[in-house]
């Protein structure tokens, strides 16, 4: 796959150590697994080939695949997320943890907290003492990836859509083209959103990059408010 190609992907990961289903895109697996979720929907994941969001080891493979060719491939950790560090497990005292958490009741082993800015999780509690492990959950471990390309996103005005779907979970945009110029309409809705600013301008980077876009216009529609009788 080209870099900037635009990819959904069903696929399963495992712990290829143990052989535990880590996570999964399609739900018969995971029923397999005893890991069905029913609030998720399971749908393949959409990505940009070579954009950076996915483990290098993924990357790295994902840009020799073929669409419709299922593939079963191991990552080890250097290609994943990094060997264990033991110097990112630290003792803090209980009430540094305490006055850290938001509700100090849902504390238990294993449970994610944050302290100073970084997330870790708890993994000893006791004689006023608690130790954090603040490395990657996967850290250290060989990963498996079951995957298949199930789409490649071929025609320019969905390429513009589903990154814009990727950017901001949205799907209400209105998408333009003249000739290498893009007009983008957005829902009213997204004047609220404090992130859009900044997404906005990394979308016009992603747009030229991968696209070729020339002139892309933001446009913004304020349907006026209907006033009703009781009004």
Do not use: C
Request: charged share 30%.
């Amino acid at each position: 796959m080209d870099e900037g190609t635009i990819v959904h992907i069903d696929y399963d990961l495992f712990n290829a150590d143990s052989e535990k289903l880590i996570e999964t895109t399609r739900e018969d697996i995971a029923k397999e697994h005893d890991a069905h979720d029913e609030n998720r929907t399971y749908s393949p994941m959409v990505t940009v080939v070579g954009d950076g969001r996915l483990i290098p080891g993924f990357e790295t493979h994902l840009a020799e695949a073929e669409a419709e060719t299922d593939y079963s491939f191991d990552i080890e950790p250097s290609e994943a997320y990094g060997e264990r560090d033991a110097s990112l497990v630290e003792t803090i005292s209980q009430n540094v943890l305490l006055r850290s958490v938001r509700d100090p009741e849902m504390l238990g082993i294993g449970s994610p907290v944050e302290i100073g800015g970084r997330t870790g999780v708890l993994q000893f509690l006791s004689a006023g003492r608690a130790r954090i492990d603040y490395n990657h959950p996967l850290a250290g471990a060989t990963l498996r990836y079951d995957y298949r390309i199930t789409k490649v996103v071929e025609d320019r005005k969905e390429k513009v859509e589903t990154l814009l779907e990727m950017n901001t979970g949205r799907d209400d945009f209105e998408v333009e083209f003249d000739d290498d110029d893009l007009t983008i309409t957005t829902p009213e809705a997204i004047a609220y959103d404090q992130n859009w600013a900044f997404t906005k301008f990394s979308l016009v980077r992603t747009l030229r990059d991968h696209l070729g876009v020339g002139i892309v216009v933001f446009r913004e529609v304020h349907e006026p408010r209907e006033i009703t009788e009781e009004e």
